[in-house]
């Protein structure tokens, strides 16, 4: 069916499972590829190259950053138009948006290539570990310019109303770079550049694949002769500027967690984060997809006017929300040797020692993680920059700095307690902007 008669008629229950089903399973996939990277990785050029790979994550992360912040900006303001019908409009933001996406990965590619050396051994990693880490990051930092609009491309489908195209193409994604990376580190036997190859060939593919309709003229969204005004760059940046904070801020956070874990607990430390991560790395993009799926029907009832629909779509994304989270908590609390075992193929006792305490105090996260989660989609679709931000910046950032601080004393706990108290404080501090936010409505 067409966007508006989805977005404004369809009943929210069945809202919800149309667009945040597809959604959740497009970023199941992905995290699938991603958990399918790390023990590729892991288990077939060993513990040193996994280091390397978590110790490079963040600055690949921070690669995609500006697309990400571009292409959740843009949709935003695309949907409240769209909401007005004021279609000429939409399809400017979409394409300056695309092609600010392409310029902004030329520069940031180039700057991450040149600098990938310095800014590993700013870490602490050296010899072997630099090696591997440097290689990873250029063969991301060279792809940037056609693989980074992947990133927004999601958006564009979903507004258009092409939930399960999305859906398939991201499932598409996952196999096609699963199976490439297979065949490179694998058959190939090629380094740790050969798991980013992959990658970023699945990418490039996927891109084009799901901008040959919008090339061709068949979506509700097109292409036009672009009108940049400061006016739309700055609606764009405001609306994309909490997912960007996330990014930048948790990497900055990750850039430090592997300072500090080096030091404390060496390589098996790093190695440690990074299966936690990958482990968030499953659950996070569920709740994402499943959220951000429902942005454009929030936006774009937002511009029509429907408050009492938009109220009764969200209610659906925080129950699921939490559902799965706690899901997630029990999975982790209860079997932290088989997570752990899908990334190290022979770890030592004490390994497995560290591993089981650290699985079990980061299960703590999800008891809370949704709550502000939620929040922060449901601020970016209203279109409250601000209030997503703050939410955003705090999770990512603030809180987790704070609280490496106070739980110094414990050691290693202290980093895997500091994700549980993180959520817990986003929680709290959801909660106030929430009611202050419903507060100002009855005003």
Known sequence: MDSRTLF????????????????????LASALYQLIDGILVGQILGEAAFAALNLAMPFVIINFSLADLIGVGSAVPISINLGKKKEKEANNIFTCACLMIVGTGVLLGAVLFILAPALLRAMGAEGELLT????????????????????????????????????????????????????FLYVFRWGIWGAGLATC???????????????????????????????????IVSCGSPNFLNNIAGRITSILMNFLLLRMGGAQAVSMYGILMYADGFV???????????????????????????????????????????????????????VTRLFVSAPDHA??????????LFAITYVTRWFSFATQSYMVAMGKAKEAAIISLSTALIFPVILVGALWPLGLNGIWLN?????????????????????????
């Open 201 to 235: 060939t699945g990418m490039f593919v996927s891109a084009l694949i799901a901008f040959y309709p919008f090339f061709r003229g068949k979506m509700q969204l097109h292409f036009c002769r672009p009108k940049f005004s400061a006016d739309m760059i700055k609606r």
């Open 132 to 183: 591997y880490a440097v290689q990873y990051l250029r063969v991301y930092a060279m792809g940037a310019p056609v693989t980074t609009i992947i990133f927004a491309v999601d958006n564009y489908l979903r507004i258009c109303g092409k939930i399960r195209e999305s859906m398939f193409l991201n499932i598409f994604m996952s196999v096609l770079t699963g199976v490439l990376e297979f065949t």
């Open 284 to 338: 996070q993009p569920l709740l994402y997809g499943m959220c951000d799926s429902l942005q454009p029907a929030v936006s774009y009832n937002l511009g029509a006017g429907n408050h009492g629909r938009i109220k009764a779509i969200e209610k659906c994304c925080y129950c699921a929300s939490a559902i799965i989270s706690l899901l997630s908590a029990a999975v982790m609390f209860l079997f932290p040797d088989t």
């Open 419 to 443: 994700f549980g108290g993180t959520s817990l404080l986003a929680g709290i501090l959801s909660l106030v902007i929430l009611k202050r936010e419903n507060k100002d409505k009855k005003k």
């Open 351 to 360: 390994f497995m020692e560290m591993a089981r305490l650290a699985m079990q």
């Open 8 to 27: 404004t008629k369809v009943s929210p229950l069945k809202l919800f499972f149309i667009a945040s089903v597809p959604g959740a399973v497009s970023m």
